[in-house]
Nanobody, 119 residues
Framework: VQLRESGPGLVKPSQTLSLTCTVS??????????WNWIRQPPGKGLEWMGA???????VYSSSLKSRTSIARDTSKNQFTLQLSSVTPEGTAVYYC????????????RGQGTQVTVSS
């Protein structure tokens, strides 16, 4: 299974960050798997943001829930992240992962994409 993140590397404060994870070698509808978004700000640990399950249900971090939306396009085998009203604290490397549960643990992960929030 391979995952690849894509999206703009620079986002202005107050705008919406949008990322796409393209999955190959396996289907996002395969039973038992959860597809997560996690991020790592510079000098800090991994932060779980949210996830979408193989049936399409979503779950979000309580601290980001009001600003986060995760969706999927099964025809393209992709899932997406939208984070609204970003601030410079949103600067991080963003990863998409496959796991058997929501959280920062995973069995497959993309290479990550750097997103900088700056005017």
């Amino acid at each position: 299974v391979q995952l690849r993140e894509s999206g703009p590397g620079l986002v202005k404060p107050s705008q919406t960050l949008s990322l796409t994870c393209t999955v190959s070698g396996g289907s996002i509808t395969t039973s038992g798997y959860v597809w997560n978004w996690i991020r790592q700000p510079p000098g800090k640990g991994l932060e779980w943001m949210g996830a979408i399950g193989y049936r399409g249900s979503t779950v979000y971090s309580s601290s980001l829930k009001s600003r986060t939306s995760i969706a999927r396009d099964t025809s393209k085998n992709q899932f997406t992240l939208q984070l609204s009203s970003v601030t410079p604290e949103g600067t991080a490397v963003y990863y998409c992962t496959r796991a058997t549960a929501a959280g920062i643990r995973y069995d497959y992960r993309g290479q990550g994409t750097q997103v900088t929030v700056s005017s």
